[in-house]
């Protein structure tokens, strides 16, 4: 007796010993030895270690790195203005120094323009803060209003106290005035250099980081290929195809997506602005700039520019009518570019799930504050497409991406293991309107079958679990049932994922091409013409289930029994007298066991003038390509996938062989 080898690696409680016995069933031994539990190993040790590491360099030294991942980003959105030089054969420090000047004119015209809009409503402000005041104090009178309609207790005065002060102390007090003693505190005149310092401190930070961002972007773009090639050396040496390709794939989404964005809000700025100016508001190009600029930050940046020119609404007209205006343009812009215009510019996704958006603002905020905020896209988005290509960050890209963590086969199977019917019927209606329900129940039920199946066998899920998975997988089947075996033709394309390569066997299906199914003739309608037998494992009756129901819609007559219905010690024997064809479905099955040889034998006993179909479903069985298995076995057909015992059934009731499904 030996312990199971994969249980042992997978770090599980190994059942006790099996061994196979002569009739192909399954014996158990004295139990087997306890291994214990896994704990975390150095590796991942070392990988939290550095993951904290990696956090705190970022917090401690964002003052060097804020200027430096600007700079980088900066860069990708000139990659693609001096690659077009490049390609007018313009030498690259001169492409270089084209598209920086244009950038720096491009921001020095955006930056004058907003000087000089925001001293032309320096003049009118102190009126439009009495405006505002004065609907302020409206609104107040108006609530306070409101509340004392409803209020039901009436204000009572508060009690006075009468009578001499009980102390000395209160009456010297009672006595005293009571006015402030004001205090003046001498200073010294500040000099000269103090006074230069206070004025120009918060101007000479900012500058100084454009400067360094202007500077570093300038090195990046005229060292590009070289700080390319030194990255690879760095850590793709050992396979350049993989590290060239991520870093191509890298820098040509973040230049697209930021290119994109600048173009997208540019364009929204643009008709904000116009909309404004047709309203009335005063200084509408201002607010445009800073609308446009504002929704570079996730979320709130719509918010936030939509909060001033509300404001100054409110401050200009008297009524409330170009506030309702101001506020209708943005309800309608923001939705109108944020669900239509990205989605059709950037694809129905930039990469990155929903969740991920929000948790790197919230992480990147905390990290480098407000410019955090608005670089967390660029940075995550940065990451997730280094995690498709890297292996050791293959869990960014599982954790943020937009791509589904699991399979359908995987999704599916979890359900079952759930028990929760419910939600795999949910993702069946989503497939089966590019599917039909044969390549269905091929691709993703079955498949989820085989993955039950194998933790059967490796002792991850007793015959109990397997039981359950089997009811929720029939309750699926019955409301499946409604379904016609037919795909709503698509020009998308089908997933890859679902079924990569066909299995030894089955059958190619276009599921794009309409196509009239065929029907198994009038003769085979009848009932019990088709008896599909399941297998000796739990896992054998929904498959079993499955064929049921797919021939049925063929038109067979069909019904289904269990194992122990057929075996040599049922109690009742099953009539095959109507019976044409007979479905054996073997979902827990491996090499030539001698029970199916002696039930395929049997069978041809009780029913000599029906046919036996066997069902071998598990991935590659050998039987379906070895002529002498078949022969040993005895059986007239052999299939490997439900498609194609739909095919063989029609084609042996005389219909012409079409694709199931």
């Not at 205006?325 to 944020?338: C, S």
């Amino acid at each position: 007796m030996a312990i199971d080898r994969k249980l042992v690696d997978s770090g599980r409680r190994p059942l006790p010993a099996q061994t196979v016995g002569a009739g192909g069933g399954v014996t158990t031994g004295h139990p087997a030895q306890v291994i214990a539990a896994n704990v975390p190993g150095i590796s991942g040790l070392l990988g939290l270690a550095v993951g904290v590491v990696v956090i705190a360099g970022l917090f401690f030294a964002k003052d060097v790195l804020i200027p430096i991942t600007l700079a980088i980003l900066l860069s990708f959105v000139l990659s693609p203005i001096v690659g077009f030089l490049r390609r007018l054969r313009l030498p690259r420090g001169l492409a270089v120094m084209i598209a920086v000047l244009a950038a720096l004119g491009l921001v020095g015209g955006i930056g004058t323009l907003v000087g000089m809009q925001a001293a032309s409503l320096a003049d009118d402000a102190p009126g439009y803060v009495r405006q505002i005041e004065s609907k302020l104090d409206g609104a107040k009178r108006f609530a306070a209003d409101r509340v004392a309609f409803f209020a039901q207790d009436k204000a009572r005065p508060a009690p006075t106290v009468s009578g001499p002060p009980r102390s000395n102390t209160e009456r010297v007090l009672a006595g005293r005035d009571r006015q402030p003693v004001p205090v003046r505190v001498a200073e010294t005149e500040p000099d000269a250099l103090s006074v230069a310092g206070q004025v120009l401190g918060p101007v000479v930070g900012p500058f100084e980081t454009f400067v360094i961002v202007l500077v570093v972007a300038i090195f990046i773009l005229m060292q590009k290929e070289d700080l390319r090639d030194r990255l690879i050396r760095v850590f793709g040496s050992s396979d350049l195809h993989r590290t060239t390709l991520a870093m191509d794939d890298a820098g040509g989404r973040l230049s697209r997506y930021f290119l994109s964005q600048l173009a997208v809000n540019a364009s929204f700025g643009t008709v904000i602005g116009v909309g404004l100016w047709a309203i009335g508001l005063p200084v509408p190009a201002l607010w445009g700039i800073l609308a446009g600029i504002l929704r570079f930050v996730p979320y709130i940046g719509a918010l936030l520019g939509a909060a001033l020119p509300l404001v100054l609404a409110a401050g200009v007209d008297p009524g409330w009518g170009m506030v309702i205006g101001v506020a209708i343009l943005f309800a309608v812009v923001e939705p109108l570019v944020g669900y239509v215009v990205e989605p059709l510019l950037y694809g129905h996704s930039t990469g990155l799930s929903p969740l991920s958006v929000v948790v790197a603002a919230v992480f990147w905020t905390w990290i480098w504050g407000p410019v955090g905020l608005v670089l967390s896209m660029p940075l995550t988005l940065c990451l997730v497409v280094l995690g498709r290509h890297v292996p050791s960050l293959e869990f960014v890209d599982i954790l943020l991406g937009d791509q589904p963590a699991l399979t359908p086969v995987e999704s599916f199977y979890q359900r079952m293991l759930a028990a929760d019917p419910e939600e795999a019927l949910e993702q069946a209606e989503a497939l089966l309107t590019e599917r039909s329900l044969t390549a269905y129940y091929d691709e993703v039920a079955l498949g989820g079958l085989k993955l039950a199946a194998e933790d059967t066998r490796r002792g991850a899920i007793d015959r109990e679990g397997a039981g359950r998975i089997v009811a929720s997988m029939l309750t699926v089947i019955g409301e499946l049932d409604e379904h016609d075996d037919t795909a709503t033709p698509s020009p998308s394309t089908p997933d890859k994922r679902l079924n990569p390569m066909p299995a030894s066997g089955d059958s190619v299906i276009d599921e794009t091409a309409p196509r009239d199914l065929p029907r198994a003739p009038d003769a085979w309608a009848a009932a019990d013409t088709v008896t599909c037998v399941a297998g000796r494992g739990v896992l054998d009756d929904a498959v079993t289930a499955m064929l049921e129901q797919l021939l049925a819609k063929r038109g067979f007559g069909v019904r289904r029994v269990t194992h122990a219905a057929v075996g040599r010690d049922a109690l009742e024997r099953i009539d095959y007298t109507a019976t044409r064809l007979i479905c054996l479905s073997y979902l827990e099955i491996g090499g030539t066991p001698s029970h199916l040889r002696y039930l395929v034998r049997r069978l041809h006993r009780e029913a000599p003038h029906a046919r036996i179909m066997v069902g071998l479903w598990p991935e590659g069985e050998a039987a379906l390509s070895d002529e002498q298995i078949q022969r040993t076995l005895g059986a007239d057909l052999y299939v490997g996938s439900l498609s194609a015992a739909v095919e063989d059934a029609l084609a042996l009731a005389g219909e012409p062989v079409a694709a199931a499904g």
